[in-house]
């Protein structure tokens, strides 16, 4: 049994220049062998993401969606995923035979089409058995990255604050050059998609590129995703444009 490899019809016109967009995006069956050919910073950011998403899923496994129901949130999430996926492999047979009969009938890009359907319920007839479970153990970041429960004060955010977990955009331009990349550790992405933490933005006054600079021959734009007033406060006089 081979991993699910069916490529996108349409693939993306801009590739990520973000190592933590491109993992994300990727399907599971590629993941292991794009983050080993990321670069040893690029590799840094994505265990920095990957331990948010831990974090972020133990919180949410505390926390119930109503007081009526002792469930956690991610239980109620696994159990809705359990039911789809039951449901699914109850339909596979009678979708298999539809997309049979549609290859038989047609030609052309509805056959592609047709043939793209049969290749992805084969797979979902292989849901529940052993084998399957495997490939889904093999793909798990944690089976091919080292160093996922290694805190990097460099790079990873404090847990206990509340700003935990958001990025800011960072733009970049530079007379008689067009947009750049700023090069710091806590930034990444390249123009004009640089991301940046928001703690390591507002807070760390030592390297964070929203203080004032001497420099007279760039123009940067900060751009924070979510209105909140302290963020605001703190980035007084000038949040959005800092010459």
């Given amino acids: 049994m081979q991993p699910y490899t069916i490529e996108n019809v349409d693939a993306d016109a801009a590739p990520a220049t973000d190592a933590w967009a491109a993992f994300l995006s990727a399907r599971f069956s590629q993941k292991k062998e794009l983050y080993q050919r990321l670069a040893d910073h690029e590799k840094d950011i994505v265990r920095k993401e990957l331990r948010r998403i831990r974090y972020l899923r133990t919180y949410f496994e505390e926390h119930q969606l109503s007081a009526n129901d002792s469930s956690s949130l991610t239980t109620l999430l696994d159990r809705s995923l359990s039911t789809w996926k039951d449901h699914a492999s109850r339909r596979c047979k009678d979708e298999l035979h539809r997309c049979e009969v549609g290859i038989a009938r047609t030609s052309g890009y509805r056959q592609q089409e047709f043939n793209k359907q049969r290749l992805t319920l084969e797979q979902v007839q292989q849901w529940r058995t052993p084998e399957y479970a495997h490939i889904q153990r093999s793909a798990a970041p944690e089976s091919y990255i080292p160093g996922?429960?290694?805190?990097?004060?460099?790079?990873?955010?404090?847990?206990?604050?509340?700003?935990?977990?958001?990025?800011?955009?960072?733009?970049?331009?530079?007379?008689?050059?067009?947009?750049?990349?700023?090069?710091?550790?806590?930034?990444?992405?390249?123009?004009?998609?640089?991301?940046?933490?928001?703690?390591?933005?507002?807070?760390?006054?030592?390297?964070?590129?929203?203080?004032r600079s001497a420099d007279k021959t760039q123009l940067r734009y900060f751009h924070f995703q979510a209105n909140n007033i302290k963020w605001v406060e703190v980035g007084n006089p000038c949040l959005l444009c800092r010459c």
């Avoid at 947009?179 to 550790?185: A, F, I, P, S």
Wanted: net charge negative.
């Fill in 148 to 211: 996922l429960d290694d805190m990097d004060h460099s790079l990873d955010d404090d847990p206990a604050k509340p700003d935990y977990g958001y990025n800011g955009w960072v733009v970049s331009l530079r007379k008689n050059l067009g947009g750049v990349t700023l090069e710091q550790n806590f930034c990444h992405g390249e123009f004009a998609h640089q991301k940046i933490s928001m703690q390591r933005l507002l807070y760390d006054k030592e390297h964070t590129p929203l203080k």
